[in-house]
């Protein structure tokens, strides 16, 4: 099956081979005739399979032309991230059309946000508060709303939007189309559409909570207070064949974790960035960007940019600190292997995250196999100055991307918990308990998938 099976139109179409994209995925196959329907959509797929262009698409097409100034689609996110990258697929499928977009979220001054929308738009993506927040001061009209999406419905759960979306709801017209779309499928998610679907046309093309296939996954067995050691040395020499890492998304527990984190790859002679919600969006752009053109080879994100990260062929995932809700492993994962290409997933795994990987485990009806703890080098240590004042966040993250060549006096020296350097000089060599041979790593696939 092709794209020109689904009943698009030809500007879309259009839009569709200018990206190069000429099959359509088993989401987008089912979910782009049943929005095309005008029924409402609940649907479940592994992140990464074209869920955005499954409702972009057949919106784009159902809006037709360009009319007034209210909005008549709104797409709730849960991050900032998610909601930009609907925005630019959005613009993107409907280059050929004359159709506005705008996007609206917090962590940016709220004014040209006011501005565009006065403009007026047809599709407005938003995140739930900076959306609310307008609405109930009268600067948006969500009067005129004939379709309303929830992109990533479980996160803006497990994120407490459930009281806001429910406020937002009641502003819409009860008359309207719905659609549900998510990476995982929770009683939670049903539990919703039970109240906001009617009817709707069921489609989950991978089991709950399933991993992308196209992921390897591989943990080692670490101490908390050498993994940054280890992972360094993965960054020189990879997991097998694959050689040096040019580029990975390293997940931390917290954002004081992340920052630090940052600073000591970078100490440790591998460019790295933060990414959090302490972040401005400026920062955070930025940072991405940086990543995306492959300045720094390192990411360090919380939670909060493990949904919304579109990075093409993003080779490594790396679990720094397991989380603690076994749900975020998948959304976390699913940032490799995104639409056909494959990708790798490594957890470092301290004696007290056990648990916490039965957990994930569980959840996946899956094992993450152990290879044996390479030795890596305990890397020497700095004394660490006392810290300047914070300034800021929307000084940017110029804290966690430095260049090599400078001096510093800040570094990667003490042990603390959650994963800080070791105070011990440079040491032999550390292996971790026996466990089965390191896996073998291929280079990532080419994508050709929508988004």
């Not at 899956?366 to 703890?373: K, L, S, Y």
């Not at 994963?419 to 291929?442: E, H, K, L, T, Y």
């Amino acid at each position: 099956m092709s794209f020109n099976d689904l009943g698009l139109e030809p500007e879309l179409l259009r839009a569709v081979a200018d990206k190069g994209y000429t099959t359509p995925t088993p989401i987008q196959k089912q979910a782009i005739p049943a929005v095309l329907s005008g029924r409402d959509v609940l649907a479940g797929a592994q992140t990464g399979t074209g869920k955005t262009a499954g409702f972009v698409l057949p919106l784009l097409q159902k809006l037709g032309s360009p009319q007034g100034s209210a909005p008549r689609v709104l797409v709730l996110t849960p991050t900032r991230e998610l909601a930009a990258q609907v925005s630019e697929s959005a613009r993107d499928y409907g280059a050929h059309k004359k159709l506005r977009t705008r996007v609206i979220f917090g962590g940016v001054g709220e004014r040209p946000q006011i501005d565009g929308l006065r403009v007026g738009c047809d599709i407005l993506v938003a995140t739930p508060g900076r959306l609310l927040d307008l609405a109930e001061r009268g600067l948006v009209d969500l009067s005129k709303v004939q379709c309303l999406v929830l992109d990533e419905a479980d996160r803006m759960l497990d994120m407490g939007f459930i009281q806001p979306i429910r406020r937002i709801s009641r502003m819409l017209p009860p008359q309207r189309q719905n659609l549900m779309f998510s990476a995982t499928y929770s009683e939670d998610i049903r539990q919703l559409a039970e109240k906001m679907l009617r009817n709707p046309v069921a489609i989950e093309v991978a089991s709950r909570n399933k991993t992308a296939d196209r992921v390897e996954q591989i943990a080692y067995r670490v101490a908390k207070e050498q993994k940054r050691h280890l992972l360094v040395h993965l960054f020189e020499n990879g997991t097998g064949t694959e050689g040096p890492w040019q580029q990975a998304l390293v997940f931390a527990r917290t954002k004081h974790g992340a920052n630090r984190l940052a600073e000591q790859l970078d100490e440790a002679g591998v460019r790295a960035a933060a990414i959090h919600g302490n972040k401005s969006q400026a920062a955070r752009v930025r940072a991405l960007e940086d990543f995306k053109a492959g300045r720094i080879r390192a990411l360090v994100a919380t939670e909060v940019a493990s949904r919304g990260l579109d990075i093409k062929e993003l080779p490594q995932v790396v679990n720094y600190e397991l989380p603690n809700v076994p749900e975020d492993y998948v959304h976390r994962i699913g940032r490799t292997a995104r639409a056909g290409s494959t990708g790798h997933a490594v957890s470092l795994v301290a004696p007290d995250e056990g648990q916490l990987l039965r957990d994930i485990e569980r959840t996946m009806r899956q094992q993450v196999p152990f290879a044996q703890t390479p030795e890596f080098k305990i890397l020497e240590t700095r004394p660490q100055a006392p810290r300047p004042a914070q300034q800021g966040q929307g000084q940017g993250h110029r804290q966690d991307h430095r260049g090599h060549g400078q001096n510093r006096s800040h570094g990667g020296g003490q042990s603390r918990p959650g994963g800080g350097g070791s105070s011990s000089g440079r040491g032999g060599g550390n292996a971790g308990r026996p466990g089965s041979r390191p896996q073998r790593f291929g280079s990532a696939g080419r994508s050709r998938t929508a988004h």
